[in-house]
């Protein structure tokens, strides 16, 4: 099938979501239309890892995806979402990418959408954690101008992993956070672990859920990863009339593939259309246990 013909098949079955969306709104009311996108729920996990050393037994992480800055109807969840974080006292803040917005599947850079990336920043740095707040880029980030989103995030305080870890420390045992590129740029996993030692815990954070295919292959413990916005629309007892590519086979909660524990956080703006159904915006609590641990 032609490219131009997916993305016209692409369009219509969001555009059918819509209109279901629509009609359930007339029968349930405007609560569900309206109100779920500017609202942000909190989701609390826990996630066993079997090489967490008993010392990071009860780490938390807090984690936020998918801002889509807009001032229109982004502003209000993503502030929100920092005042129940800052409530939390996580002890770090993870951003699994797609800070702007770019055109419908446009591959060619979009200087003028990553200009976003600048106030996005700017309302991101009120999070507040001991460890601070690490990111990595999503697809539109990448395809707006990585460079230039990078920028405006670490301008803020924010370090972002492109390629690159972050190991913390508690006496001598470590845990490692490796950000990895979109799938849209280049991630380098393979690259990335060689500094890792093999028998230490590895939490690894890339925009898509799928890539949990790929990380399994490797020593990895837990995979954090957005992309999805959970379909935007949920129908109950269908699902996602749409989900967008590397997010079709995982796209909302926790996942375990093969050893790998996965969590996808279904985001807190919006694509294409102001809209959430059934899908609200979130905030995922992850705390970390050791069977270490006594």
């Known amino acids: 099938m032609e490219k131009s013909q997916l993305a016209s098949l692409s369009r219509r079955k969001f555009l059918l979501a819509a209109g279901v969306v629509s009609a359930s709104a007339l029968a349930f009311g405007e ?58 006292n996580p002890d770090l803040v993870v951003l699994t990418g797609d800070f702007v917005t770019t055109s419908l599947f446009s591959k060619a850079p979009e200087p003028a959408a990553a200009k976003a990336a600048e106030p996005c920043a700017k309302l991101l740095r009120e999070l507040r954690a001991p460890l601070g707040s690490l990111a990595v880029l999503g697809n539109h980030d990448v395809t707006a101008d990585p460079h230039f989103v990078t920028e405006a995030l670490e301008a803020q305080g924010i370090t972002v992993l492109r390629n690159r870890s972050h190991v913390l420390e508690r006496g001598q045992n470590r845990l490692w956070l490796c950000g990895l590129d979109s799938m849209e740029g280049h991630p380098r996993l393979d690259q990335l672990l060689q500094g890792v030692p093999s028998h230490e815990s590895v939490v690894v954070c890339v925009h ?22 959970g379909g935007q629309i949920w129908i109950p007892g269908i699902g996602a009339p749409w989900l967008p590519l590397y997010a079709r086979k995982y796209p909302r909660g926790q996942y375990r593939v093969g050893r790998l524990l996965l969590y996808t956080n279904i985001g807190l703006g919006t694509i294409r259309i102001p809209m959430r159904f059934h899908c609200v915006p979130e905030v995922t609590l992850i705390t970390l246990r050791s069977p270490r641990a006594s």
């Open 31 to 88: 609560e569900g239309l309206i109100r779920e996108p500017s609202s942000a729920a909190l989701v609390r996990v826990e996630m066993a890892l079997p090489r967490l050393p008993s010392c990071f037994d009860g780490f938390t992480i807090a984690q936020l995806s998918d801002f889509h800055y807009s001032e229109s109807f982004a502003v209000t969840p993503i502030r929100k979402a920092i005042q129940i974080v800052n409530g939390l």
């Open 208 to 229: 898509e859920p799928d890539f949990a295919d790929e990380a399994s292959r490797y020593p990895v413990d837990l995979q954090l990863s957005g992309h999805s916005h």
